[in-house]
């Protein structure tokens, strides 16, 4: 018998976070059955985003209990709708930070859904029809077709499923700014999920590529792991006033609270800083900063359906993805509080299919 649109819900088994103490522990969700123009997805593999962390302590003080959360997911289809056209049966496909949006406003026509008013977060957030959205941190997906990617399939799919989120943060604003151009010198400050990332692009760019880091101990891996130029010690203010004016575009990832004027010192005339990571403290900068060489700090967030489409299938063309420690789910609280000492290499990626119970 051909598959036919499931008619009912399914019960799909899941981990959760049931309150601000962030502990995760097994939960079992409804997934809507599948609509016309959904698809359905076995989930194979979640990459743990530092929101996670965040969002399981409602750091963002918006988080909806009991949550899965989980926006870096690859999955196999399983299930599409009737008006799904684009999407076949045992496809490998992902899903990240978003799952529906109006489609009609000028930011979602301009595929910018990461900027729509009413765009619906993969989780934690309260989809058209009331629902609660659910993430990645579960067996089975079921998701409008508009926001379903197609994985490159030459990458291993449990490294690239941190592309979904870690890779089009980046990747964006070094499209949107202009920050992609070869031979220009790129600065990365941070070096964690998002910003070993920005070295990888920056590399795959043809630009010469400087991290900032606090940690002396990086250096070695950005350089020799990860093809870095050049690493400098942001808190060594001697090899901070080395680096004045030689960058001519920085990617700050991170999100502690940390002064923007030491790394705008080392911009160029013209130069440009955009901010990915969301410290909770208000930014300071002394307009000097600016004015003295006519620079600009900004800031971006995530990417569109089609950018990250595109994002994917660059990361296909050369050959890029994460590096990444591979997790069972029942890892998930010891991932969680390493995650939250900056100590993993770069994302952990949880293997749902081997260690959650598939449903059907
Ligand atoms: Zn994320
Ligand atoms: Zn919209």
Known sequence: MAPAAAATEVEVDAWAARDTSGHLSPFTLSRRATRPGDVKLKVLFCGVCHSDLHQIHNDWGNSIFPMVPGHEIVGEVTEVGSEVKAFKVGEIVGVGCLVNSCQNCDRCTRHLEQYCQMKVWTYTDKDYDGTITQGGYSTIMVCRQEFVLKMPTNLPLDAAAPLLCAGITVYSPMKHFQMDVAGKHFGVVGLGGLGHMAVKFGKAFGMTVTVFSTSPSKEKEACELLGAD???????????????????????????????????????????????????????????????????????????????????DFCGEHNITCMIEKIPISYINTAMERLGKSDVKYRFVIDIANSLKPED
């Open 230 to 312: 050049r690493f400098i010690v942001s808190k060594d203010p001697e090899q901070m006033k080395a680096a004045a004016g030689t960058i001519d575009y920085i990617i700050d990832t991170v999100s502690a609270t940390h002064p923007l004027d030491p790394y705008l010192s080392t911009l160029k005339l013209d130069g440009k800083l955009v901010m990915v990571g969301i410290p909770q403290k208000p930014v300071s900068i002394h307009a000097f900063s600016l004015t003295s060489a006519r620079r600009y700090v900004g800031g971006s967030g995530i990417g569109g359906i089609k950018e990250t489409q595109e994002m994917l």
